[in-house]
């Protein structure tokens, strides 16, 4: 997954984990290793990429 605030790019599981927005939706706050921002995530979505890559 990428930053959307520095670019940074890297696996879900460097960005630190925070809260999901929704109970019944797949999306995340995950916090940035470099820049220290928020950054939304589609879980389910970056599950299939990890696993495709
Ligand atoms: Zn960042």
Known sequence: MKCEHCGYEGVKSTFRY????????????????KCFK????????????EKSA
């Not at 928020?38 to 990429?49: C, S």
């Open 18 to 33: 925070l809260y999901n927005t929704t109970l019944d939706a797949p999306t995340a706050y995950r916090e940035c290793p």
């Open 38 to 49: 928020w950054v939304i995530v589609n879980e389910l979505e970056e599950e299939k990429k």
